[in-house]
């Protein structure tokens, strides 16, 4: 086998290093924070200082040649030699004397066609605008280009607004860079059969639709090329005498130890965070000294290496990209072809066969952290995955994005007038997982919450003021009595069941059905009679009640067990947290446990046999927990086909349940389920699993009745399978 | 003590008229009676305006587009417009010093384009001229940003130098 390399970094530098090391058969390793620093590019490149990239990104990273000048959106014309195929035949050179009709979309004040119209016309080009509706949205403003592109993945929408655009009487027709985010490709097909001319998308500044499909590209040329990604934090390195030994990233819940023949640092500059100023000059992963110069020289501040790409001191790391001092982009110098080049030369120089073993004094280096919150740059990236703003406009709900709500923080008088607003995130975390400088944007809405609840209680929405109260005199989150789950109560069990709110409430059968398949392991549990655990109260940032734990740590005591099984990942993660000495574990942990050898195996096996499934990861347990293979290791025990959807493991979209968003804006809920059903039901699976109760009953909620998939826990699946009760 | 001083400063100037400053109210600080808000106007975006036009908030909603045109700072195209009619703002400055446009995170790279036109178009502005306007706005703004840089603001600098070189006159 070839060297290991470890590359860090996702962006254009990472990645051709990742690519050129796996050509010449290094095994390789890709580590990534956060989305690549490309996703923040215009989608097109320059080659300057990077002719030798020019083979890589055309023919594996699918940029076109069309050298020349380009219109973007804010009206300014740039240069480009590389752009993604949508935009070729908008080059400016080639438009003169001929006729463009420039489309502009009610709602999305990113184009401004009359205004592009009249630039297009001092160069030459007969151009005219016109405004077309989008279909199926209810809000005629402030769309995002992320939103819109999103909305627009849906290519039956796209046709429709496409067979809107007049046609006829053009030789071209000029669209924003919003058609299609993830389906672009099937989009433009779309464009191709219902236009009746050519057309092209605009250029736009970052944040733009386009940068994020090429960094699609990059994620996309990596998995083809079999380099394996893992989206962690490097928190620290480990070294003997001169070479790193140990690459220690950490996904959140799990520490990943990668052991390197060669690292490749790609870490990015000040956007990557590969860079910071605020002690001095420091590249951040292994504190190496920078000098910093004056002025705009400052924006150039980065690694200095010796011929072979080594920084000083480092014998097996090579360095690529913006984290090396060699101009900034920022400054229009260099850019995706310089960094994308200096990338080739890096993997190369890498995937060279290793020398002798390391030898020398044992070091370690920890990374500095990431600004967080503070550092939020407004690079809108978090736009692109927010599961509230991709369909807050379908129901006619303005909302800001996370972003948008983050700038709430700034300003007291603001944030009390934005109550409203702010109870629609759902918590889901999809944003914080792909900020580029680490903010955790749902932690930051919910201590939001939690502030205006305390300084300006009659600011805050209705159902915030009462979850606390209802809470409190009742025990559960929907203020109504709740029958206790049926199944056996004793006081010698092993494993003890905690059933929570939203099973006991929405989802009985499901709770039944866990219990059955508790009772048909053939071991000794009991259910648990406690109160809500919390959970609930995470929404606003607040804590449960010393009373309430109380109550809940006496009871599980009843039971005589010291491990505690809950389905909700709200409840585990609650549990865990305030009940010490407790082992407690989420369901699908404790089937893991039990599952494999015991009796009742083959009968699940024989009765699930031939079942084709999907898997909806629940964000609580997923993002906030890193937990995905589990369900996916019980699903291949048992015998069942999985068929992923789109948005899987880590990029999984929200079922619209969470953040408490159904008690505010049941609608907005249901129309974010929707589309996740949807999705599932592309898959082709007889059943959407999960194994959430509040994912669950959300899911089962934004089923339409002629959608003939069904909607299960995967524990209550396996214990219908267990007891033969299979509809 | 204004009083006083506005009383010493007329009684020096040869004048007795009564000062009326205590009593006459200025302009956004009038008594409306109920603010009617238009329909689908967040909260927040209503508080927006009245922290910057009081009463006359309502009549600033009241005038046309509500889309937002500076997202950090949640100013919208109708404000903007309301800042060139009656607040004779006539270059982006102008419109920054009434309405906070453009003194955001993002220091006007998102919206000093979107500005501009709505400039030009209030103004009838030829678009060399907005650009020029443009051009000026994102110098000034510069001046004084690169001292702050190495203080956890240089990743936002880095973002928003990027994002500019793609602003009309700025990139060519």
Same mark, same amino acid.
Request: hydrophobic share 40%; proline share 5%; glycine share 12%.
């Given at each position: 086998m070839g060297a290991h390399v470890v590359v860090i970094g996702a962006g254009v530098a990472g990645c051709a290093a990742a690519l050129e090391a796996r050509k010449h058969g290094a095994e390789v390793t890709l580590v990534h924070r956060s989305v690549g620093a490309t996703a923040l590019s215009t989608g097109g490149a320059l080659l300057d200082g990077g002719e030798e990239a020019r083979g890589l990104l055309v023919e594996r990273i699918g940029l076109v040649e069309a050298a020349g000048s380009y219109l973007l959106t804010t009206g300014a014309v740039q240069r480009m030699d590389l752009v993604m195929p949508s935009h070729?035949?908008?080059?400016?050179?080639?438009?003169?004397?001929?006729?463009?009709?420039?489309?502009?979309?009610?709602?999305?004040?990113?184009?401004?066609?009359?205004?592009? !119209?009249?630039? $297009?016309?001092?160069?030459?080009?007969?151009?005219?605008?016109?405004? *077309?509706?989008? #279909?199926?949205?209810r809000m005629d403003r402030d769309l995002s280009a992320f939103a819109l592109a999103r909305h627009l993945d849906d290519v039956?929408? !796209?046709?429709? $607004?496409?067979?809107?655009?007049?046609?006829?009487?053009?030789?071209? *027709?000029?669209? #924003?860079p919003v058609f299609g985010l993830e389906q672009w490709r099937e989009v433009g097909r779309i464009l191709d059969e219902t236009l009746t001319s050519p057309w092209f998308e605009l250029l736009s500044s970052p944040p733009s639709v386009p940068g994020l499909r090429l960094q699609q590209n990059l994620m996309e040329s990596l998995r083809i090329a079999g380099v394996r990604t893992l989206k962690a934090d490097v928190k620290l390195v480990r070294l003997a005498g001169e070479s790193i030994t140990l690459v220690r990233a950490w996904d959140g819940e799990v520490a990943h130890d990668l052991e390197p023949d060669e690292v490749v640092l790609a870490t990015g500059r000040f956007i990557g965070g590969g860079v910071s100023l605020d002690s001095g000059g420091r590249e951040t992963l292994l504190g190496l000294e920078l000098e910093v110069g004056s002025g705009d020289e400052i924006l150039a501040t980065g690694v200095e290496v010796d011929d072979e790409l080594r920084p000083p001191g480092f014998a097996n790391v090579r360095v690529a990209g913006a984290v090396r001092r060699s101009g900034s982009y920022a400054l229009g110098q260099g850019g995706i072809g310089r960094a994308a080049a200096q990338g080739l030369r890096a993997g190369a120089l890498a995937s060279r066969s290793p020398g002798a073993k390391p030898s020398g004094p044992v070091r370690s280096i920890e990374a500095m952290p990431r600004p967080g919150q503070e550092g939020c740059l407004g690079c809108e990236v978090c736009s692109s995955v927010c599961p509230v703003l991709d369909r807050a406009a379908a129901v006619g709900t303005w909302y800001p994005g996370p972003r948008g709500l983050g700038t709430l923080s700034r300003s007291g008088p603001l944030l009390e007038a934005g109550g409203e607003t702010l109870a629609l995130c759902t918590l889901c975390g999809a944003c914080s997982a792909m900020c580029p400088v680490g903010a955790r944007n749902h932690e930051t809405v919910a201590a939001l919450r939690g502030r205006l609840l305390a300084d300006s209680p009659d600011a805050s929405p209705e159902p915030h003021?009462?979850?606390?109260?209802?809470?409190?005199?009742?025990?559960?989150?929907?203020?109504?009595?709740?029958?206790?789950?049926?199944?056996?109560?004793?006081?010698?069990?092993?494993?003890?069941?905690?059933?929570?709110?939203?099973?006991?409430?929405?989802?009985?059968?499901?709770?039944?059905?866990?219990?059955?398949l508790l009772e048909s392991l053939g071991i000794s549990f009991s259910v648990v009679d406690g109160v809500c655990c919390g959970g609930p109260l995470d929404v606003l940032g607040l804590a449960p009640s010393a009373e309430a734990i109380r109550h809940n740590r006496g009871a599980v005591e009843a039971t005589g067990a010291r491990t505690l099984v809950a389905t909700c990942p709200r409840c585990v993660h609650r549990l865990s947290h305030d009940l010490d000495g407790i082992q407690v574990e989420h369901s699908l942990e404790t089937l893991e446990r039990l599952l494999p050898g015991s009796d009742v195996l083959d009968r699940i096996r024989e009765n699930l046999a031939g079942r084709v499934v999907t898997y909806h990861d629940p964000c609580e347990l997923g993002r906030y927990r890193g937990r995905y293979d589990g369900a996916r290791r019980i699903m291949e025990l048992v015998g069942v086909e999985l068929v992923e959807m789109e948005h899987a493991r880590e990029r999984s979209a929200c079922c619209g349940a969470g953040g408490g968003l159904r008690g505010v804006n049941p609608r907005l809920s249901r129309e974010i389920s929707r589309r996740r059903v949807a999705e599932a039901v592309e898959t082709g699976a007889g059943a959407l699993l999960t194994e959430c109760p509040s994912c669950l009953h959300n899911l089962r909620t934004g089923r339409k009745r002629r959608q003939k998939i069904e909607v299960e826990d995967l524990t209550a699946l396996l214990g219908r399978a267990a007891t033969g009760s299979l509809s | 003590m204004a009083e006083k001083v506005?009383?010493?400063?007329?009684?020096?100037?040869?004048s007795d008229a009564p000062g009326t400053t205590a009593h006459e109210p200025l302009p956004g600080s009038e008594d409306e009676g109920e603010v009617s808000w238009p329909e689908g106007l967040a909260g927040w975006e209503a508080r927006a305006l009245e922290?910057?036009?009081?009463?006359?908030?309502?009549?600033?909603?009241?005038?046309?587009?509500?889309?937002?045109?500076?997202?950090?700072?949640?100013v919208s195209?109708?404000?903007?417009?309301?800042?060139?009619?009656?607040?004779?703002?006539?270059?982006?400055?102008?419109?920054?010093?009434?309405?906070?446009?453009?003194?955001?995170?993002?220091q006007g790279s998102t919206c000093a384009p979107r500005a501009s036109a709505i400039l030009a178009d209030e103004l009838g502005l030829d678009p060399a001229t907005a650009d020029r306007l443009m051009v000026e706005f994102i110098r000034n703004r510069l001046r004084g940003r690169l001292a702050v840089v190495t203080h956890g603001g240089a990743a936002q600098e880095e973002l928003i130098r990027s994002v500019q070189l793609g602003l009309a006159g700025e990139g060519e």
């Amino acid at each position: 086998m070839g060297a290991h390399v470890v590359v860090i970094g996702a962006g254009v530098a990472g990645c051709a290093a990742a690519l050129e090391a796996r050509k010449h058969g290094a095994e390789v390793t890709l580590v990534h924070r956060s989305v690549g620093a490309t996703a923040l590019s215009t989608g097109g490149a320059l080659l300057d200082g990077g002719e030798e990239a020019r083979g890589l990104l055309v023919e594996r990273i699918g940029l076109v040649e069309a050298a020349g000048s380009y219109l973007l959106t804010t009206g300014a014309v740039q240069r480009m030699d590389l752009v993604m195929p949508s935009h070729e035949r908008g080059e400016i050179s080639g438009l003169v004397d001929r006729s463009v009709l420039v489309v502009g979309l009610d709602g999305f004040t990113g184009t401004s066609a009359p205004d592009l !119209a009249r630039r $297009l016309e001092r160069r030459g080009v007969r151009a005219a605008p016109a405004r *077309v509706q989008v #279909p199926g949205l209810r809000m005629d403003r402030d769309l995002s280009a992320f939103a819109l592109a999103r909305h627009l993945d849906d290519v039956q929408v !796209a046709g429709e $607004l496409a067979a809107a655009i007049p046609g006829g009487g053009h030789d071209l *027709v000029a669209l #924003p860079p919003v058609f299609g985010l993830e389906q672009w490709r099937e989009v433009g097909r779309i464009l191709d059969e219902t236009l009746t001319s050519p057309w092209f998308e605009l250029l736009s500044s970052p944040p733009s639709v386009p940068g994020l499909r090429l960094q699609q590209n990059l994620m996309e040329s990596l998995r083809i090329a079999g380099v394996r990604t893992l989206k962690a934090d490097v928190k620290l390195v480990r070294l003997a005498g001169e070479s790193i030994t140990l690459v220690r990233a950490w996904d959140g819940e799990v520490a990943h130890d990668l052991e390197p023949d060669e690292v490749v640092l790609a870490t990015g500059r000040f956007i990557g965070g590969g860079v910071s100023l605020d002690s001095g000059g420091r590249e951040t992963l292994l504190g190496l000294e920078l000098e910093v110069g004056s002025g705009d020289e400052i924006l150039a501040t980065g690694v200095e290496v010796d011929d072979e790409l080594r920084p000083p001191g480092f014998a097996n790391v090579r360095v690529a990209g913006a984290v090396r001092r060699s101009g900034s982009y920022a400054l229009g110098q260099g850019g995706i072809g310089r960094a994308a080049a200096q990338g080739l030369r890096a993997g190369a120089l890498a995937s060279r066969s290793p020398g002798a073993k390391p030898s020398g004094p044992v070091r370690s280096i920890e990374a500095m952290p990431r600004p967080g919150q503070e550092g939020c740059l407004g690079c809108e990236v978090c736009s692109s995955v927010c599961p509230v703003l991709d369909r807050a406009a379908a129901v006619g709900t303005w909302y800001p994005g996370p972003r948008g709500l983050g700038t709430l923080s700034r300003s007291g008088p603001l944030l009390e007038a934005g109550g409203e607003t702010l109870a629609l995130c759902t918590l889901c975390g999809a944003c914080s997982a792909m900020c580029p400088v680490g903010a955790r944007n749902h932690e930051t809405v919910a201590a939001l919450r939690g502030r205006l609840l305390a300084d300006s209680p009659d600011a805050s929405p209705e159902p915030h003021r009462l979850i606390p109260e209802v809470l409190e005199s009742s025990g559960n989150v929907y203020g109504s009595r709740l029958e206790p789950v049926e199944g056996p109560r004793r006081s010698d069990a092993d494993l003890a069941f905690f059933p929570g709110c939203a099973m006991s409430y929405f989802e009985r059968e499901s709770a039944g059905a866990f219990v059955d398949l508790l009772e048909s392991l053939g071991i000794s549990f009991s259910v648990v009679d406690g109160v809500c655990c919390g959970g609930p109260l995470d929404v606003l940032g607040l804590a449960p009640s010393a009373e309430a734990i109380r109550h809940n740590r006496g009871a599980v005591e009843a039971t005589g067990a010291r491990t505690l099984v809950a389905t909700c990942p709200r409840c585990v993660h609650r549990l865990s947290h305030d009940l010490d000495g407790i082992q407690v574990e989420h369901s699908l942990e404790t089937l893991e446990r039990l599952l494999p050898g015991s009796d009742v195996l083959d009968r699940i096996r024989e009765n699930l046999a031939g079942r084709v499934v999907t898997y909806h990861d629940p964000c609580e347990l997923g993002r906030y927990r890193g937990r995905y293979d589990g369900a996916r290791r019980i699903m291949e025990l048992v015998g069942v086909e999985l068929v992923e959807m789109e948005h899987a493991r880590e990029r999984s979209a929200c079922c619209g349940a969470g953040g408490g968003l159904r008690g505010v804006n049941p609608r907005l809920s249901r129309e974010i389920s929707r589309r996740r059903v949807a999705e599932a039901v592309e898959t082709g699976a007889g059943a959407l699993l999960t194994e959430c109760p509040s994912c669950l009953h959300n899911l089962r909620t934004g089923r339409k009745r002629r959608q003939k998939i069904e909607v299960e826990d995967l524990t209550a699946l396996l214990g219908r399978a267990a007891t033969g009760s299979l509809s | 003590m204004a009083e006083k001083v506005s009383d010493l400063v007329g009684s020096k100037l040869g004048s007795d008229a009564p000062g009326t400053t205590a009593h006459e109210p200025l302009p956004g600080s009038e008594d409306e009676g109920e603010v009617s808000w238009p329909e689908g106007l967040a909260g927040w975006e209503a508080r927006a305006l009245e922290t910057r036009h009081g009463t006359r908030a309502g009549q600033v909603a009241g005038l046309g587009d509500l889309s937002r045109v500076c997202v950090c700072e949640t100013v919208s195209d109708t404000e903007l417009r309301f800042a060139v009619r009656r607040l004779f703002a006539r270059t982006l400055d102008d419109l920054r010093r009434r309405t906070r446009m453009g003194m955001g995170p993002c220091q006007g790279s998102t919206c000093a384009p979107r500005a501009s036109a709505i400039l030009a178009d209030e103004l009838g502005l030829d678009p060399a001229t907005a650009d020029r306007l443009m051009v000026e706005f994102i110098r000034n703004r510069l001046r004084g940003r690169l001292a702050v840089v190495t203080h956890g603001g240089a990743a936002q600098e880095e973002l928003i130098r990027s994002v500019q070189l793609g602003l009309a006159g700025e990139g060519e």
